[in-house]
């Protein structure tokens, strides 16, 4: 009965595991620090373009219009503008327009290549002991162009955050998976923290 009992529990733990692909929406979530420098001029967010391959079209709407709703409070709470206008107000002479594209927005979860092999092999000690269940990896990229009301470049940045990380029974990340939020925030960070720095210099 003991070994029925093992074996089912052992079933049950490793069904619970599989591979799973998505996109990193967010949240994008507030600033990790205050703008260096507070730009005089008023910014307008344009609707993000999402061209990261493998997302039919209404998949991208949806991201697109997620994310322009959170790049525009992300960027009003982080102090990079004087002020954040919406659409269709007009933009004055000295106002610009922050255009996102995102290249790449992958998440995944997939079994740790060794956790079958340690899981059986120690009838699940490997499970309790927190050995790693799961690989969490995320590529998440993008451009940022901030340009004038005449669509004349003014400050452009390009950057990429790559992470992949094991994730155990008693990881913060297994029970409340953050699907890529934390890496989508430090990319938006390190886009606006180029692009600003570029633009406080015209």
Not at 6 to 18: F, K, N, V, Y
Not at 25 to 50: C, F
Not at 55 to 67: F, K, M, Q
Not at 76 to 95: H, V
């Amino acid at each position: 009965m003991n070994t029925l009992l093992r074996a089912a529990t052992l079933a049950a733990l490793l069904s619970m595991t599989g591979c799973i692909s998505y996109n990193v929406t967010g949240p994008v979530g507030t600033p990790p620090h205050p703008a260096t420098v507070t730009s005089p001029r008023t910014a307008q967010i344009a609707d993000v373009v999402v061209s990261a391959p493998g997302i039919d079209e209404a998949t991208r709407t949806t991201i697109s219009r997620s994310l322009t709703s959170q790049l525009g409070q992300y960027v009003e709470k982080g102090g990079y503008f004087k002020a954040i206008s919406e659409y269709p107000t007009r933009l004055d002479e000295q106002d610009v327009l922050l255009k996102f594209d995102m290249t790449s927005l992958k998440g995944r979860r997939a079994p740790h290549p060794g956790y079958f092999p340690g899981a059986l092999l120690t009838l699940t000690l490997w499970i309790w002991v927190n050995g790693p269940i799961y690989v969490d990896s995320f590529d998440v990229a993008g451009d940022l162009v901030i340009v004038d009301r005449n669509g004349t470049e003014l400050a452009r940045a390009k950057d990429q955050v790559k992470l992949e990380r094991n994730v155990g029974l008693y990881g913060r990340e297994y029970w409340a998976p953050t699907l890529g939020s934390k890496q989508l925030n430090q990319l938006v960070t390190e886009l606006m923290d180029t692009a600003t720095v570029q633009l406080a210099k015209r």
